[in-house]
């Protein structure tokens, strides 16, 4: 009689003891010395309490079966696809529902739940979760570094900043999602074939041009080039291998100078520089001066830009 009465009391138990949602939507309190508060369906015809509270009180309350639900008010039963990101497991869940109101009163998994709705709910799991759970590599993480180095100077480049990439999942992740369920899945995908997939093949092309992964130093050793800060790419490098290099090098159509970092013979820093005609010129006879008592062993040509650059101890004219 009070299912009938009020359909909108109707209750469901939380996983919570003696915490239930109504039919309706709003949260109710049983006491928990109450022995309904164990109870999984209640009708709460009485309840109330203080606006600043998140539940309402249960003053009065009955319980009820429910098969009773269902046999009282079939024509407000309603059926659902439930395919959705589960925090706890950090996986998909696929499930048929049968709801009335805001409370499902059966739950059975789904057999064959459709590819874009699991795509869509893992997605919604990477968002949650952040960019950080997907497998970023060296590889990666540097393409994406390039690809945003490109793009302050070319109209129309993809942003694959890391807050655009995890609003727009959708457009360069999905397509590589298929049969994947969990995180853990999400290990077999290669996020440099992903981010590539956002350029044609003339902008790849242009990309290696115009961000080079390495630089061709004056030793001939090819050196990478760091993007971690993709408006001031850096390039740590021997001091000993730039000998006979004038100009700073540029990348981006000359647009955007590198950033030189250059190392002691140990591999340690010991000037940084954009301009390395003037380092030659000026800051080359201190650090010279204070380095060659350490580093005997190593070329110290009294002119570095007619000098042999070497990656060895002395260049083999030297020797």
């Not at 249960?58 to 079966?65: D, G, N, S, T």
């Not at 000993?240 to 700073?248: A, I, K, M, P």
Request: with cysteine; hydrophobic share 35%; glycine share 4%.
């Amino acid at each position: 009689m009070l299912a009938c009465a009020y359909p909108d009391r109707i209750a469901r138990r939380r996983a919570q003891s003696g915490q239930f949602l109504l039919s309706a939507g709003q949260g109710v309190a049983v006491p928990g010395h109450d022995p309904l508060s164990a109870s999984d369906y209640l009708v709460i015809p009485a309840l109330g309490g203080q606006r600043k509270q998140s539940n309402a009180t249960a003053f009065l309350a009955c319980e009820v079966q429910p098969e009773q639900i269902s046999a009282l008010y079939p024509e407000r039963l309603e059926t659902h696809d439930n395919i959705r990101w589960q925090k706890s497991t950090k996986t998909v869940v696929a499930n048929r529902e049968v709801r009335f109101g805001a409370l499902v009163l059966e739950r059975q998994p789904l057999a064959s739940p459709s590819a874009e709705a699991i795509s869509t709910a893992l997605i919604d799991g990477i968002r949650q979760s952040g960019l950080q759970v997907l497998p970023w590599t060296r590889e990666s993480e540097q393409l994406r570094q390039r690809i945003c180095c490109v793009a302050q100077f070319e109209q129309g480049w993809p942003d694959t900043t890391e807050t655009v990439l995890l609003l727009s999942l959708e457009d360069w992740i999905a397509p590589f999602l298929a049969g994947m369920t969990k995180l853990d899945h999400l290990k077999k995908i290669d996020l440099a074939t992903c981010l590539k997939a956002l350029l044609d093949w003339p902008s790849q092309q242009h990309l290696e041009r115009e961000a080079p992964e390495r630089l061709k130093v004056p030793s001939g050793s090819q050196i990478r080039i760091d993007y971690s800060n993709p408006a001031e790419p850096r390039l740590s490098v021997k001091l000993q291998e730039l000998f006979g290099l004038l100009e700073t090098p540029a990348i981006c159509s000359g647009k955007l100078p590198v950033t030189i970092e250059l190392l002691s013979p140990a591999m340690r820093p010991v000037q940084t520089t954009r301009d390395l005609k003037n380092f030659w010129h000026t800051t080359y006879h201190e650090v010279k001066k204070d380095l060659k008592g350490r580093y005997p062993k190593h070329y110290w040509p009294e002119d570095p830009l007619t000098a042999v650059a070497t990656h060895r101890v002395r260049p083999d004219s030297q020797r």
